[in-house]
Nanobody, 123 residues
Framework: QVQLVESGGGLVQAGGSLRLSCAAS????????MGWYRQAPGKQRELVAT???????NYTDSVKGRFTISRDNAKNTMSLQMNSLKPEDTAVYYC?????????????????WGQGTLVTVSS
């Protein structure tokens, strides 16, 4: 099985910065696309940013120019640098990955989620 663990959430004032990290662990798997999602209280989970194995990125409009997604394929890690944070960025942020488990024949595709990390931006 593949597991994702996020870290780096916390409380920050508006205009500040935070860096979220996500690490994949397990055995016999390959990670394809990865992404960050967030869910604010009372709202649906939404896409924040995605990144392919070749480094192609995509951002939701509200974070463009403020957030930067990156990954290290060799270490199976991903980060989200969040600058100029706003109170409306307050949410639980989830790491997501499209993975392939190599423990079965044929290999099995998986969508894996982390447990989430809370980001709170005070005004």
């Amino acid at each position: 099985q593949v597991q994702l663990v996020e870290s780096g959430g916390g409380l920050v004032q508006a205009g500040g910065s935070l860096r979220l990290s996500c690490a994949a662990s397990g055995s016999f798997f390959v990670i394809n696309a990865m992404g960050w999602y967030r869910q604010a209280p009372g709202k649906q989970r939404e896409l924040v940013a995605t990144i392919t194995t070749s480094g192609i990125t995509n951002y939701t409009d509200s974070v463009k120019g403020r957030f930067t997604i990156s990954r290290d394929n060799a270490k199976n890690t991903m980060s989200l640098q969040m600058n100029s944070l706003k109170p409306e960025d307050t949410a639980v942020y989830y790491c997501n990955a499209d993975a392939v488990a190599l423990t079965t024949l044929p290999p099995r595709t998986l969508e894996v989620w982390g447990q989430g990390t809370l980001v709170t931006v005070s005004s």
